[in-house]
């Protein structure tokens, strides 16, 4: 066994993973993002269907202050931005997915409506300093958590900038192993929610950092839209 070439080398791969989204949401890449509707943009039978299937996981007061995490081209971000009187500050690792944003948000006209973004990742424990504890009503983010390196260490940076009775508002899918093709593919197995198939993963390590589940559903209307290929899901906790 010994002589044989190491093929699988599982600990460099996953060192390899770590700011994995920066180097691969290159021009090219966050390019071809933000071109898809559905993902880099909604069109208005997108947005309309994500703002019900959110109305049914979470009543949205007046005047949140809002962080999104992965802010990618900013498709989520125009939903957020749109809850009654938020603040809406975002974080993504990618500068090329940030250029995207601030184009989009000229699109929608949000550029001078206080919203802000910061480049960065939110999995790492020095991440945490990059806001204060305490800080946001609500840390939310769309189709980013099956990426993340470190889901765990992300939880907790989130728990520590919610202040108390803050809520997390994750939405994702259910990814298959076969969704990571192309230069993604060698990273299914390193992130650790590249492809999980039960809605039962991410609440389970919400309520491992310390938080309480208070939603868990399909977006149904999403789902129902034939744009739509990959089961989508709602999670809302709360600190
Ligand atoms: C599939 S895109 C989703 C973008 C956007 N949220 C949307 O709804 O279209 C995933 C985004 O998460 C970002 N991302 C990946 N890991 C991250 C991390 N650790 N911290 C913050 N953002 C991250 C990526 O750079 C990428 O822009």
Same mark, same amino acid.
């Given at each position: 066994?010994?002589?044989?070439? %190491?093929?699988?080398? #599982?600990?460099?791969?996953?060192?390899?993973?770590?700011?994995?989204?920066?180097?691969?949401?290159?021009?090219?890449?966050?390019?071809? @993002?933000?071109?898809? &509707?559905?993902?880099? @943009?909604?069109?208005?039978?997108?947005?309309?269907?994500?703002?019900?299937?959110? =109305?049914?996981?979470?009543?949205?007061?007046?005047?949140?202050?809002?962080?999104?995490?992965?802010?990618? /081209?900013?498709?989520?971000?125009?939903?957020?931005?749109?809850?009654?009187?938020?603040? *809406?500050? =975002? /974080?993504?690792?990618?500068? =090329?997915?940030?250029? !995207?944003?601030?184009?989009?948000?000229?699109?929608?006209?949000?550029?001078?409506?206080?919203?802000?973004?910061?480049?960065?990742?939110?999995?790492?424990?020095?991440?945490? !300093?990059?806001?204060?504890?305490?800080?946001?009503?609500?840390?939310?983010?769309?189709?980013?958590?099956?990426?993340?390196?470190? &889901?765990?260490?992300?939880?907790?940076? #989130? @728990?520590? #900038?919610?202040?108390? $009775?803050?809520?997390?508002? *994750?939405?994702?899918?259910?990814? $298959? %192993?076969?969704?990571? $093709?192309?230069?993604?593919?060698?990273?299914?197995?390193?992130?650790?929610?590249? !492809?999980?198939? !039960?809605?039962? /993963?991410?609440? @389970?390590?919400?309520?491992?950092?310390?938080?309480?589940?208070?939603? *868990?559903? #399909?977006?149904?209307?999403?789902?129902?839209? &034939?744009?739509?290929? /990959?089961?989508?899901?709602?999670?809302?906790?709360? %600190?």
């Amino acid at each position: 066994m010994n002589d044989q070439p %190491r093929l699988w080398d #599982w600990n460099a791969l996953r060192k390899q993973g770590r700011g994995c989204h920066a180097a691969r949401y290159d021009d090219a890449g966050a390019k071809e @993002y933000a071109a898809i &509707p559905g993902m880099g @943009y909604l069109l208005p039978d997108q947005l309309a269907a994500h703002r019900a299937d959110l =109305a049914d996981g979470m009543q949205v007061e007046a005047g949140l202050e809002i962080l999104e995490v992965g802010a990618g /081209t900013g498709a989520f971000t125009e939903v957020l931005a749109h809850f009654p009187g938020a603040r *809406v500050t =975002a /974080t993504e690792p990618s500068p =090329a997915m940030i250029r !995207s944003w601030r184009d989009r948000m000229d699109l929608a006209g949000l550029t001078n409506s206080g919203i802000e973004i910061h480049e960065g990742s939110c999995d790492a424990p020095e991440d945490r !300093s990059m806001f204060k504890d305490h800080q946001f009503d609500l840390v939310a983010c769309r189709k980013v958590v099956n990426g993340l390196f470190d &889901p765990l260490a992300a939880f907790a940076n #989130w @728990y520590a #900038w919610l202040k108390p $009775g803050g809520r997390v508002l *994750v939405l994702d899918a259910i990814f $298959g %192993r076969d969704g990571w $093709g192309g230069a993604w593919g060698e990273l299914v197995d390193v992130l650790p929610l590249s !492809s999980t198939q !039960s809605l039962g /993963t991410i609440p @389970y390590l919400l309520e491992a950092v310390g938080f309480e589940i208070e939603h *868990v559903g #399909w977006m149904h209307r999403v789902n129902a839209l &034939p744009s739509t290929r /990959t089961p989508r899901y709602v999670v809302v906790a709360s %600190r």
